[in-house]
């Protein structure tokens, strides 16, 4: 399903319960993964590197997620390249950003039924089936105007 710019908002604002997580990329990829597959939104899920073009410092391996649309889903871009006000966080136009760069490859998709994702969440204290049944909600919602 395709996300609309007013989608992208709702989409961040449900996401951002995840912030708090203590995971890096690897480990809030998967469950972000997990939450737009049981929402049925379609996602790549990208591995590869993250540069801040000013300072050409690079971090490899680095997980993100992007939709069909093109934006992008990084919740942990701050953490490696600093928290500047020029390295995006959350959910965005990657055009907007031309401070950072991405490249990377698509990877394998994590598995619907993602025990190790809901295992991360139930650690930290996120309730993936609540997530996604804000997400579904939305969509429903959006559907009938």
């Given at each position: 399903?395709?996300?609309?710019?007013?989608?992208?908002?709702?989409?961040?604002?449900?996401?951002?319960?995840?912030?708090?997580?203590?995971?890096?990329?690897?480990?809030?990829?998967?469950?972000?993964?997990?939450?737009?597959?049981?929402?049925?939104?379609?996602?790549?899920?990208?591995?590869?590197?993250?540069?801040?073009?000013?300072?050409?410092?690079?971090?490899?391996?680095?997980?993100?997620?992007?939709?069909?649309?093109?934006?992008?889903?990084?919740?942990?871009?701050?953490?490696?390249?600093?928290?500047?006000?020029?390295?995006?966080?959350?959910?965005?136009?990657?055009e907007k950003w031309t401070q950072v760069?991405?490249?990377?490859?698509?990877?394998?998709?994590?598995?619907?039924?993602?025990?190790?994702?809901?295992?991360?969440?139930?650690?930290?204290?996120?309730?993936?089936?609540?997530?996604?049944?804000?997400?579904?909600?939305?969509?429903?919602?959006?559907?009938?105007?």
């Open positions: 399903m395709p996300v609309t710019i007013m989608d992208q908002e709702r989409l961040a604002s449900v996401l951002k319960t995840l912030d708090s997580c203590q995971l890096e990329c690897d480990g809030m990829t998967r469950i972000i993964s997990c939450i737009l597959q049981s929402a049925e939104i379609s996602h790549i899920v990208r591995v590869g590197t993250l540069t801040n073009v000013r300072t050409s410092k690079t971090i490899e391996p680095h997980l993100w997620i992007e939709l069909q649309d093109g934006t992008v889903i990084d919740f942990r871009a701050k953490m490696w390249l600093g928290n500047e006000v020029d390295i995006p966080h959350g959910v965005f136009t990657p760069g991405y490249t990377g490859q698509e990877t394998t998709t994590y598995p619907l039924a993602d025990s190790i994702a809901r295992l991360l969440a139930r650690i930290n204290g996120i309730d993936i089936d609540a997530l996604v049944a804000q997400l579904t909600d939305q969509e429903e919602h959006n559907s009938t105007l």
